[in-house]
């Protein structure tokens, strides 16, 4: 049956391009101040009609709290068969600076054996995984199955977030296949198993009642971005790695680890240049907080008058590991940040937003079952990976499902470059997950009965 399979989802794979392109052509960036919603409707119509015909039955779309739709549909279990939750989303990020991108970003573009483009991997590359396995499985679908498409997770407006508890028994499975995660690198199965969770904070330094002029008061007038540059040093240690008071940052990561060489081409860190704080870097990524200065408002370079800035702020975000209670790091980083100030001035901090980071439980049989279609389909266990990135809507399924397993795999990889200019996707990615997501859902069917 595993060679059937394979051989179904080789000759699905034009398909799965064409598929890509066509979604892929439509902007669907949940901002409407950036592009029309018409494009996101646009693009929830065509993942509905795609999965109707994959054989869902009353795929619809809903609308959910923060005004996105949701595609939501379903296929009745066999007698005594499990059901799994088909998780993506349709949102893309926006394509940010067009002149950066080596091919049009709303164009599929295949180019060194990879497809690019806006969404190839960050997610619709998944929605395409998900097509293929399920089309190669035809009528022969051992499970039931719940889909669930987002449409504005790239956003984090928390529209299906909301709309989950209130619609518990719509969405209710016993396995959660959260797909908007991949493998540690082409060619290695892995299964995300942690999410850091976030603390943002918004961070104002006032010194003078306004800027004056750097020739008549510099020197004994307090500088606020002088002020605010100490603090924000304040945050790292001699090595770089982060420092907050109050925070324990020397956690260690026991899954499967990331080469350090492989980190500094997959993050593009120039030669010479030196990775920030110390162990091991899949500790710093998925064991220890981190913090990131993510904007500074303060006069630009070109248009700078001569004058000490009375006023400087900055977007600070501090991504928080499993075992970290985000409320419990905002406040330490507030305290901080406020300790640290210099020379008497005024700080304020804001806070923007927390998530609460997610560890998933491994030792059911949707793990197991999911473990033999990756050594099946790759020929090698499957590897424990953490995601630097949050997603709030785990955390909102594991408190509305506690007995259900979720688990987040897909298609993307250090090399997809999502959220940057010139994202792409590996086919042999899709290829193969496609497989894994097809035997998975017939071990489960042996291996998850309730």
């Known amino acids: ?172 499975a016993d396995a959660l296949l959260v797909c908007d995660t991949g493998n540690a690198a082409v060619g290695v199965p892995t299964a995300t198993i942690t999410l850091r969770g976030l603390a943002n904070v918004v961070v104002t330094v006032r010194a003078l009642e306004g800027d004056v002029h750097s020739g008549m008061f510099g020197g004994p007038a307090p500088d606020a971005l002088a002020a605010l540059v100490r603090i924000l040093d304040s945050l790292r240690d001699e090595h770089g790695g982060t420092r907050i008071d109050g925070l324990d940052c020397q956690g260690t990561w026991a899954g499967v680890g990331y080469d350090e060489a492989q980190f500094r081409t997959d993050a593009g860190v120039l030669d010479g240049v030196s990775l920030t704080g110390g162990g091991t870097v899949a500790d710093r990524l998925w064991a220890r907080p981190a913090v990131t200065v993510l904007g500074i408002d303060c006069p630009p370079v070109v248009g700078s008058a001569a004058a000490v800035p009375g006023t400087a702020r900055a977007r600070v975000s501090l991504r928080v590991p499993p075992g970290t209670d985000p409320v419990t790091a905002r406040d330490a980083l507030t305290a901080h940040l406020t300790a640290a100030a210099p020379w008497g001035v005024r700080v304020e901090v804001e806070n923007e937003s927390t998530g609460s980071p997610f560890e998933a439980a491994t030792d059911g049989p949707a793990y197991g079952a999911l473990d033999s279609a990756m050594r099946e389909v790759y020929g090698k266990p499957m590897a424990f990976l953490g995601q630097g990135g949050s997603i709030p809507l785990c955390n909102v399924f594991a408190r509305t499902y506690p007995s259900a397993e979720i688990i987040l795999m897909g298609v993307e990889e250090p090399r997809c470059l999502i959220h940057a200019p010139n994202e792409s996707v590996d086919p042999e990615e899709i290829r193969h997950m496609a497989h894994v997501e097809a035997l998975f859902l017939q071990n489960y069917a042996k291996a998850g009965r309730p």
């Open 1 to 172: 049956m595993t060679d059937a399979l394979a051989r179904r989802i080789d000759e699905l794979m034009p398909r799965a391009k064409s598929d890509l392109a066509r979604l892929v052509a439509i902007p669907s960036v949940a901002d409407p101040r950036q592009y029309p919603p018409e494009r996101c409707r646009e693009a929830a119509e065509w993942v509905a009609a795609a999965f109707t015909e994959a054989g869902l039955q009353d795929v619809h779309l809903e609308e959910t709290p923060d005004g996105s739709h949701a595609v939501i549909g379903h296929r009745p279990p066999p007698p005594g068969a499990p059901t799994v939750l088909l998780y993506c989303h349709y949102d893309v990020q926006p394509a940010l600076d067009d002149a950066a991108w080596t091919s049009p970003p709303f164009e599929l573009t295949e180019r060194d054996g990879r497809w690019y483009g806006r969404g190839t991997a960050d997610c619709k590359g998944n929605i395409v995984m998900h097509l293929t396995a399920l089309r190669a499985l035809g009528d022969d679908i051992p499970v039931g199955l719940k889909l669930v498409a987002e449409g504005s997770e790239e956003q984090g407006t928390g529209g299906l977030e909301e709309y989950v508890p209130p619609h518990a028994g719509e969405l209710h």
